[in-house]
Each structure stands twice: as structure tokens, then as C-alpha cells.
């Protein structure tokens, strides 16, 4: 329930500063070029440079130092070269107020190491001046120590007569260099040595002057471009955590050349991290390019078309080699071009395999060292091209998403005063999409809170265009079957199990599997534990793309879904159109009857798949009837359906599944019909329903759900239904009174549920003996069962038996014992169950519930690897000893322990202990035996007076009800403990204040909220905290204990139901649950708040959601210690 937003800005400082020293360490690498390689007029400039960490944040003072022989250059070169500089807007440094002496001043080193670069013009008479000398020793310190981008220029001198000592320069070096300290004149040499190896210019190579200096200008211009820490970026929340994910990726240490691919849907981040990356990497590689949103940018080539190709290829190079218009003759000029250069390449927006041909086909196209990063919605894509290291950029987590959303629509990265709970729709509405959160945010910047409401409701149903345009490209890429597989899934089975999916669309398309594969390959879906899910931004899309099938006639559409042009079409006297193949209504209008006329679905001949769900306030009424014509109906899901029984003359043969539960139902339907499809029916409390139809054409009929079909008196004693029942569920079918024969032939079944059967007679126990596939057995409440057959040892498949409140049962067959994968047993209830069976091991049994079991005296070693055990309400006297041996026992739960001759005695393995409604005055002595409890429950514990020192590892203690407590003598050192003292009304005020100040989350007794929270409201006023901007600064992240007091809005209501719901506590957009509130009760939780730079107070809002039963009395807030590692 804290906020994340310390952690997250944590992990982004982490993520960039650890990005950077990989940077660094490549840039050193290649500190050292040799200068005759980069001399020409047409080689690219890459002068060296080795930030170390520290110079990302110094402040500069100049954009250049020039070091200069004014005699030389002053009135020509360096006059035209200012003047260049002047307008591209660089700044150098002047020094024509500065004393020339015999040595450099600190006035003067401070310039030099102020400068983000430094440009060495060495003419022919530089080594004549001792100042020029001193001056390049100290730029070529600044270098080494700062990290100073440094450039030569040699102008009308030889590169290697600098580095030799010879001709003319070194004659003036040597006349120099008379009379001076060997330390000078060896600083000298080696500073000479070094400025002739680094990449420059040479004067001789260039025919036109001012092309050269032109061409210095502009490169000088782009070094400082790019030697500029981007802060693009740097408003953006969670990039530092994306670049953290991805530096195991890049792998920037090692010289292989390597494809990265980033992968996700669109508007997720992929482009606005790969420019990050991008940023911050391309100045540690010698070529870099940005490919931009290549599939709307650039013709996509067939895989045959080699002009397009030759035209990718030929955008590529351009602008990799900057060389505009270049013209390339053939295919193969990537690769000899750039074998040997180390390259950053960024190719987004990739949809097409043949686009990575033409521009990066091969990894031996590129020098050692190069980095391909390539950004695509389809993950075969990455396959297919044999990219083995892929990013999936993932949704952001809550807290970042409204960070996302606030940054554009407040300009912060939280929501302005009074604006909390919009934003939070807001940001829902998005679906955490980074692309539809900014663009909603802008959309919302600058309105007031009535502008947002009255916005709201529009951005329910519709698409922002902008969002639109960008997620409908991805559609619009997609073949026809697939485009109708996506809108079929947008309209109707989003969050759907993937094999209802399946059969649903079987005879719609050749290999749905494979298709819903493809879409989520391309991230237009995504499949999760068997379900597909879509975003609510892409369902959107899908949705609106249907609606404009057919704009002013709705009837004409593949799909109905909007509520209200529904009800146009089905109340009206028009008898639907054969476009429609689907229809969604979501009929929640309460105390509004929606009639629907009976010739609504008479057109609809292709009609495959129906959902009408309302509840028992919001009815949809066939007072009609209801004429049927669609013989293609697969999908029947209608709830609360209002009809006594279904038209005869509705053909159900494409049937696959059927759901009407609380419906008005006293008979399905007459006669026998062709159900040959028909895997799933669910017909649950139908409490009319006396008897179903005949069945025996449903032989694939896979799932039968008759739960509370409470007047239902027998199941069709025909064949053919059951030869595939994997499930049947009976429960509450209280007026059923036997099962047939028939049943003992479902060797499928795997769940049988017939708890609350209180009126069956006998229990089929044929099934038992057949079911090898059994795996769930419900028998709760079955008052006969005094005991179970034997046979109940042939189903060895079962993992759960359930046999609750079976209150005749006396013992268990010893055959249980074959049930080696049985993991859950409830005997809940079972009053009269003296024994259990000795002698047995049921190896999986991992839960065991006799609570209740009142008549059982002994506990048999019937399994070691029991994790949960309640003994609560038994007559147990002694626990077998092997329990030391029980490695996985974690929950122990008892109350009646004074019956125990001898207490467990291995307990330092439990981390739950419950000893609910005990009749004890103290807790025993062995609790504080037990070194791995974790949480404590005494929850009813009436006589207890007194909590002794319990252990430190403790993180739950619910002490609820314990009505006579009135000292806590233990110390809570687990700051997040969470303690329940609720209706503990005796505690006296040391205890109060001990739970309040030790404790994470707490609800103790109260009237006020106390005097020690500094930060104190009435009626949930705003608390506004103003925060020092002298130092110490305040840390970056701030944290709160929090204290309220509920108050019952309608103290005279007397609906105990309402009061007793859930409340909810809202703060800085965060959710703190309350359950159950309580009038005159203290609730304590802590809040986090994020401070940025800019902030000059926080603003704390407490409001109630369920605020027409609760509101808050009063508030505070109480600032908790700071760590050390939360200071800036």
C-alpha cells in the first residue's frame, strides 16, 4: 500500500549512472587516434575525449578555449574562425583583458578547465611563446582529469614536425626552450607529443580556406551537440530502470557485434527508450544512426523488389555517414563501407524482415564493437532475423503510470490539489499505456475539474485521434483473417479462456491457435496463465472500427455493443440484419425494464454469438416471446434470461456454449435437440428448474453447472451426455434425490461437487469405482454418510475431498490411505468422527481441517508433509511426536489446547499459529519457542489480559475481540508490522501509544487522533506540510505515519450490511483498506511522498470512497525517521 515513487527514482539513478561508466569506459578506449588518418577534408571528426563520471555535471563557463600564436593567426584565420562561431552560436573564450606574463595565472586555468572544449590552432610559431607552451600543458591536464573534448589545428605547420621536434617549429621550440628547467621543457615535449596524435586538421590538405574553417565550425557545433548530457529524458518516469534492464543486453564490455531488439505494442516506450539509449550511447562509437519509425517513414520493399532495398539502403548510409544524397550502385556497400568502423545503429519502427536486410542483414557488416538495436511490435520478427537478446518492455506498474499521466497534464509528477481521483480514472482509462497517458494528459492540461467531468464520460466509449492513428497502423499491417480474428476478440472475447476461444472460432478460421499467435507476436494481444487479454485502448480500436462499419445504421454492423443503439435496434419493429454475427449488452440500468420486441433477432440470420447480462434490479423482458431464427448461434450467454422456457423451434446445433444462470426457467426447452457442439452449460440457480431435457446428443459436453438449481429433482437418466462430463457441479441442489445410473459411465469426470444435496438419498457409488480421472470430491453436508465405501480407495487420481459437516460420518475407510496424491482433506464439522485411520501415509496430503471434529481424541501420523493444520474444537489430548519431523508445517491453528497432554514440541518451523476463541488468561510460555512465527491470531481470545514479549520476526498479530487486554508488554522491531486490536476497549493508553508508534498498519481504540502527530485536520481537511529550501534539503523521498479516525455518516441507519462493507482510504491517490470499520477506532498506515526540487510544500488529501456510510472525523500525519540512504 506505499508508494513507489522512491524506489522508482532510485532505480532510474542507478540505471543512467551505471549506463554511464560503461560509456566511459569505451570512450577511453579510443582516447588516442592518430592524426594522419583524419586529416582529410572528408573524414569525420571524432576528436577524443574521456568523460569521467563527475563531468556530466559541471557547469561550463565557455563553449571554447582557443590557444593561440596571435602574431600567426589573430588578424586572418582566427578572425574568420570567431566570426564562423559567432553564428552557429558558440561561445569562446576571450582573453584580451588578461596580462600576458612569464607564466599562465589562475584567472587563466580557470578558463581553460571552464571550457567544454578546447581548440589548439598550432602555427609556426606557437613553440615561440612559453605562454602558448604553458597553456597546452594545462588543456592537455583538463583532458586527462576532466574529460575536455580537445581539437587540433595545424595551420601551415607539418603534424609531424609538432610530434618530431623538426623544421622550422622545431628551431623555435629548441630557441625557446634556452634558459629554462628541464621540468618545463620535458612538460613541454610530452604536451606537443600528444597534441600531434590527436585527430584534427592540417591546413595543406584543404585548397579553400574557408571551407575548412566552415567545416571546423560546423563539426566544433555538433562535438558540443553531442558532448552535452541529453536532458531530453530526463522528465520521464522509469527510463533509468528500462536502461538498467537493458545494459545485460547491450553488453558494452565485450567486441562482438550485437542485435538487441526491443519488443512490446505500440505507444508502449519502445522509441522513447531506444532514444535514450541512443543518447547516451552514441558518443563512446565512431558512426551513429537513428532509423525513425521506419514502417511509416520509408517504403517497406517487397522481398523481391531490389530497387526499394537499394533505396533503404541508400537512406541508411546517408545518414549514417552524414553525406546527403548518396548514391550506391548496389547492395553490398553496407558492408565494405562499415566492416571496420565500431557503429551505433538504431533501427525503429521495423516491420518487415526484408527492412533488416537492406540495412543490417548481417552482424559482420560491422566493425567490432557495433550495437544494433532494432524496435518491432513482432516478436518473429526478432526470431526470424536470429535476434536472440530481446527487451519486452513491459506496462508500468500504477504508481508510475499516474506519475506518466501527471507529468502532462500538470506539469509534476503528481496530481494538483483536488484533482487526485480524476487522475486516477484518467490513468485507468488509459489502460497504463505511456502513449495514451501522455496524450490524455495533454489533453487535460489547463482545465478545471468541471472541464475533466464533463470530458469523461466521452473518453469512456472514444479514442483520442492521435492515439488512434498510432495503434490503428498496426491493425492496418495485419492480413484480413487476422484483422477479423482482432475485432472479434476487441468486441467479444477479451479476457477469455483461450480454448473457449478456440472452439468458439473453429469454423470461422482455419487455425485459430496459430492466428491468435500471430497476434500476439505482434503485441496486439498477449496470452497469460490461458487467458487473452487486449488492452482497453486496443478494444477501443477495435470497437470504433466496427462502429464506423456502419456509422448511422447500427443494424448494419458485425457487432452490437453500445448499450443504447442496442436497445434502438431490438425494441424497435425492424427485424435486424444478417451483418450482425454478435451482440454485448450490458444492461445495468437499475429499476429500467428493457422490453424487447419478438421480432428483434428474426433478420439476424447469421447470428453466432449472443451476451445479455443484466441482475435482478435491471430486467430485460420478452413479454413477446421471442422468434428465433439464427441456425448459427454458438455462444448463448444471458443472464437472468425471462423466459419460462426457450423456443422450441430455435436450432441450437452449432451450440458450443450456454449460459443462462438466474434465469426464470421452469423447463430448457421441449424435446430432444441436436446438440452435437455443445461442450459448456451452465444453468446455475435456476431455482425453477425441475427437470432438463433430454441430453443424449450432447456427447461432447465437457462442463455441467447446476449449482442452486434448488428445485431440480433428477439429472436425465440417458446416455450420451456424460461420455466426456469432466466437471458436474450440484451444489445446493437441495431438492435432488438421487443421481442415475448413467453417471457411473462418465470415466471423464475430474470435479464432482454435491455439497448441500441434503436430500439425496444414496451416493452413486459406481462413480467411485470408474473414476480413475477423479480429482475433486464434494460431499459436504451429506447428513447420511456414516461412512465412506471402500471403492473411495480406486479413484487414486483425487487431490481434494471434501467432506465437511458431514455430521453422522464416524470413520474413514482404511483404503483411503491409496490416495498417494490426495493434497486437501476437510472434515470440517464432522462431529462424530472418533478416529482417523493408523497406519497409513497419504504422501501429498498437504491440508488437513478437523476443526469441529469435536469426538476426535487422536491425531495418527498420517502425513509428514502437512503444511496447514487446524485442531481447533477437537478432544485431541496428544499430538504424535513425529511432527518434529514435519518439514513443511507452517499453520498451526488451535483453541482448546488445555486438553493437550503433551504440547508440540518442534515448533520452530511454524509461521502461523492460530489460537482463536481460546479461554486463556495468557498466552503459554512456548510461543516464544517459536522462532519463525510470523503471524499471530488470538482473535477472540475473551480472558486474555496480557500480550507478553513475543518474537522480533512477527508481521501479523490480530489480537481482535480480545475484549479483557489491557497490558502489551512486548516491543514491535518490525517497522510494517500489521496489529489488530479492534474491540479490545481495556487497553489502557501506554499499550495505545505503543501500537500507534510501532507499528506499520494498526486499528486500535480510540476517540482522537493524538497530539503527537504534528500534522493534525478535522473532517478530512487537506494538510498542507511546507518544507525547508535552505539545507539540509529535505530528502528526496519523504515518509508519513498516517492516523484516522472514522466516523458513521447516518449513525441512526440501521443497515448493518452497508456499515459493515469495506472502507476505503484515499491519500495521494493511493488506496489503504479498511475492513471492518468501525466507529471510535484509530486506523494507523504509512504514506510515502516523492519531493522534487521544485516542491514548496506536500499536499495530503484524505478522502473516503464509500463516503455515503463513512467519512473521516479527524486526521494526521507524523513524519517518520529518515534513513540514511533516503538523503540526497
Not at 35 to 55: Q, R, V, Y
Not at 239 to 244: L, P, Q
Not at 415 to 430: C, D, I, N, Q, S
Not at 833 to 849: A, Q
Request: charged share 25%; with cysteine; proline share 4%.
Amino acid at each position: 500500500m506505499h508508494s513507489s515513487f522512491f524506489l522508482t527514482t532510485i532505480a532510474a539513478a542507478i540505471g543512467c549512472l551505471t549506463l554511464f561508466r560503461k560509456l566511459r569506459s569505451h570512450q577511453d578506449a579510443n582516447k588516442e587516434k592518430d592524426s594522419s588518418s583524419s586529416s582529410s577534408p572528408a573524414s569525420s571528426l571524432f576528436p577524443s575525449t574521456a568523460p569521467p563520471p563527475s563531468s556530466s555535471s559541471r557547469i561550463w563557463t565557455h563553449h571554447v578555449f582557443p590557444s593561440f600564436r596571435g602574431e600567426d593567426v589573430r588578424r586572418g584565420f582566427l578572425s574568420h574562425i570567431q566570426m564562423e562561431f559567432q553564428r552557429k552560436g558558440i561561445t569562446p573564450f576571450i582573453d584580451n583583458e588578461i596580462k600576458r606574463g612569464e607564466s599562465i595565472g589562475p584567472e587563466l586555468v580557470r578558463a581553460i578547465r571552464g571550457s567544454k572544449m578546447a581548440i589548439i590552432l598550432i602555427s609556426r610559431n606557437y613553440a615561440s611563446s612559453k605562454w602558448c607552451l604553458d597553456e597546452l600543458v594545462e588543456i592537455m591536464k583538463s583532458r586527462e582529469e576532466l574529460g575536455q573534448t580537445v581539437m587540433a589545428i595545424f595551420y601551415k605547420v607539418d603534424p609531424s614536425d609538432v610530434k618530431k621536434l623538426t623544421g622550422h617549429f622545431g628551431k623555435v621550440f629548441k630557441k625557446t626552450c634556452a634558459g629554462k628547467t628541464k621540468e618545463d621543457i620535458g612538460r613541454w615535449r610530452q604536451a606537443l607529443a600528444k597534441v600531434a596524435t590527436i585527430a584534427g586538421y592540417h591546413s595543406d590538405n584543404w585548397d579553400n580556406e574557408a571551407a575548412m574553417i566552415k567545416k571546423i565550425a560546423t563539426d566544433v557545433s555538433n562535438i558540443l551537440n553531442y558532448s552535452t548530457l541529453s536532458r531530453d529524458f530526463d522528465g520521464l518516469t522509469g527510463m533509468g530502470a528500462h536502461m538498467e534492464k537493458m545494459e545485460p543486453l547491450l553488453c558494452l564490455e565485450s567486441d562482438e557485434v550485437r542485435m538487441i531488439g526491443i519488443w512490446g505494442p505500440s505507444g508502449i516506450g519502445k522509441t522513447t527508450i531506444a532514444r535514450v539509449a541512443y543518447n547516451q550511447l552514441c558518443n563512446s562509437f565512431q558512426l551513429s544512426v537513428f532509423m525513425e519509425n521506419i514502417k511509416a517513414n520509408y517504403k517497406r520493399p517487397c522481398s523481391d523488389d531490389y530497387s526499394a532495398k537499394l533505396q533503404l539502403q541508400q537512406q541508411f548510409m546517408s545518414q549514417i555517414t552524414n553525406h546527403k544524397d548518396m548514391e550506391i550502385p548496389h547492395l553490398g556497400v553496407v558492408q565494405d563501407r562499415l566492416k571496420d568502423k565500431k557503429v551505433l545503429v538504431v533501427l525503429d519502427g521495423v516491420d518487415h524482415l526484408v527492412q533488416l536486410d537492406a540495412m543490417a542483414k548481417e552482424t559482420w557488416w560491422f566493425g567490432p564493437g557495433s550495437r544494433i538495436i532494432i524496435t518491432a511490435q513482432d516478436q518473429k520478427l526478432f526470431r526470424a532475423h536470429g535476434i536472440n537478446h530481446v527487451y519486452k518492455v513491459d506496462f508500468p506498474h500504477s504508481d508510475e503510470a499516474l506519475q506518466i499521466f501527471c507529468i502532462s497534464a500538470f506539469g509534476q509528477k503528481s496530481p494538483k490539489h483536488g484533482f487526485h481521483e480524476l487522475a486516477r480514472e484518467v490513468t485507468e482509462l488509459a489502460g497504463k499505456l505511456p502513449l495514451g497517458l501522455r496524450v490524455m494528459g495533454s489533453y487535460f492540461r489547463g482545465m478545471s475539474e468541471q472541464e475533466w467531468e464533463k470530458s469523461l464520460p466521452r473518453l469512456k466509449t472514444s479514442l483520442d485521434a492521435d492515439i488512434r492513428s498510432v495503434l490503428k497502423f498496426s491493425y492496418d499491417a495485419l492480413d484480413d483473417e487476422d484483422q477479423c480474428l482482432f475485432l472479434h476478440i476487441a468486441c467479444l472475447f477479451s479476457y477469455e479462456k483461450i480454448h473457449k476461444v478456440e472452439e468458439h472460432l473453429a469454423n470461422k478460421f482455419l487455425d485459430v491457435r496459430q492466428r491468435l499467435n500471430v497476434l500476439a507476436e505482434k503485441s496486439l494481444i498477449s496470452i497469460k496463465d490461458g487467458y487473452i487479454e487486449m488492452h482497453s485502448l486496443l478494444e477501443k480500436l477495435g470497437r470504433d472500427i466496427v462502429r464506423k462499419q456502419s456509422i448511422h445504421d447500427p443494424g448494419q454492423r458485425q457487432f452490437l455493443l453500445d448499450k443504447s443503439e442496442i436497445c434502438e435496434v431490438l425494441t424497435g419493429d425492424a427485424t435486424g440484419s444478417k451483418s450482425v454475427i454478435g451482440i454485448e449488452l450490458d444492461y445495468n440500468i437499475t429499476g429500467k425494464e428493457l422490453d424487447i420486441s419478438e421480432k428483434a433477432f428474426e433478420g439476424m440470420s447469421n447470428l453466432q454469438f449472443l451476451r445479455v447480462r443484466g441482475s435482478a434490479g435491471n430486467t430485460v423482458q420478452l413479454s413477446r416471446g421471442l422468434n428465433y431464427q439464427s441456425h448459427k448461434l454458438g455462444l448463448l450467454d444471458w443472464s437472468h434470461f425471462p423466459m419460462t422456457s426457450f423456443p422450441s423451434t430455435a436450432n441450437l446445433e452449432f451450440l458450443v456454449e450456454l449460459i443462462m444462470d438466474h434465469n426464470k426457467l421452469e423447463k430448457l426447452w421441449e424435446g430432444i435437440k441436436r446438440l452435437p457442439s455443445l461442450k459448456w452449460m451452465d444453468l446455475s440457480y435456476s431455482v425453477k428448474l425441475k427437470e432438463l431435457p433430454d441430453l443424449s446428443t450432447a456427447t461432447n459436453l465437457e462442463k455441467l453447472y447446476l449449482e442452486g438449481c434448488s428445485s431440480l429433482v433428477k439429472l436425465p437418466s440417458t446416455n450420451g451426455y456424460t461420455n466426456n462430463l469432466e466437471k458436474l457441479d450440484l451444489r445446493k441442489c437441495s431438492s435432488m434425490i438421487n443421481l442415475p445410473s448413467s453417471i457411473g459411465n462418465a470415466t471423464s469426470l475430474q470435479k464432482l461437487y454435491l455439497g448441500g444435496c441434503s436430500s439425496l438419498v444414496e451416493l452413486p457409488f459406481l462413480i467411485l469405482g470408474n473414476a480413475m480421472n477423479l480429482q475433486s470430491l464434494d460431499l459436504s453436508g451429506f447428513s447420511t454418510l456414516v461412512e465412506l465405501p471402500c471403492s473411495i480407495g480406486d479413484a487414486t487420481n483425487l487431490m481434494e475431498l471434501e467432506l465437511n459437516n458431514c455430521s453422522n460420518l464416524v470413520e474413514l475407510p482404511f483404503s483411503i490411505g491409496n490416495l498417494k496424491k490426495l493434497w486437501r482433506l476437510g472434515l470440517k464439522g464432522c462431529s462424530k468422527l472418533e478416529v482417523l485411520p493408523t497406519n497409513i501415509n497419504l504422501e501429498s496430503l498437504g491440508v488437513l481441517d478437523l476443526y469441529n471434529c469435536s469426538m476426535l481424541k487422536s491425531f495418527p501420523a498420517i502425513s509428514t508433509n502437512i503444511r496447514a493444520l487446524d485442531l481447533r474444537g477437537t478432544a485431541i489430548e496428544e499430538v504424535p511426536l513425529s511432527i518434529r519431523s514435519w518439514p513443511r508445517l507452517k499453520t498451526l491453528q488451535m483453541s482448546y489446547f488445555e486438553n493437550l497432554k503433551e504440547l508440540p514440541h518442534a515448533l520452530e518451523r511454524i509461521t502461523c499459529l492460530q489460537l482463536r476463541d481460546a479461554e486463556i488468561q495468557e498466552v503459554p510460555l512456548w510461543v516464544k519457542k517459536m522462532s519463525c512465527l510470523n503471524e499471530f491470531v488470538l482473535r477472540g481470545c475473551r480472558d486474555l489480559v496480557s500480550l507478553p514479549p513475543i518474537r522480533e520476526s512477527l508481521y501479523i498479530l490480530d489480537a481482535r475481540d480480545c475484549e479483557s487486554l489491557e497490558k502489551i508488554e512486548c516491543s514491535f522491531h518490525n517497522p510494517n508490522v500489521w496489529l489488530n486490536f479492534a474491540n479490545c476497549l481495556k487497553l489502557n493508553q501506554e499499550a495505545r501509544d505503543l501500537v500507534i508508534q510501532n507499528s506499520g498498519d494498526a486499528v486500535i481504540p480510540g476517540k482522537q487522533v493524538p497530539e503527537y502527530f504534528t500534522h493534525r485536520a478535522t473532517s478530512g481537511d487537506p494538510l498542507r506540510i511546507k518544507l525547508n529550501k535552505r539545507p539540509p534539503l529535505p530528502p528526496k523521498s519523504m515518509r508519513f505515519k498516517a492516523c484516522v479516525l472514522l466516523v458513521l455518516v447516518n449513525e441512526g441507519d440501521g443497515d448493518d450490511e452497508k456499515k459493515s462493507r469495506e472502507a476505503v482510504v484515499v491519500i495521494r491517490s493511493r488506496e489503504h483498506i479498511i475492513y471492518p470499520p468501525l466507529a471510535e477506532h484509530l486506523y494507523t498506515f504509512q504514506v510515502e511522498a516523492e519531493v522534487t526540487s521544485s516542491s514548496n510544500e506536500l499536499l495530503f488529501e484524505f478522502k473516503m470512497k464509500n463516503e455515503d456510510v463513512w467519512k473521516i472525523g479527524e486526521c494526521g500525519l507524523l513524519q517518520l525517521h529518515v534513513n540514511e540512504h533516503d538523503e540526497r
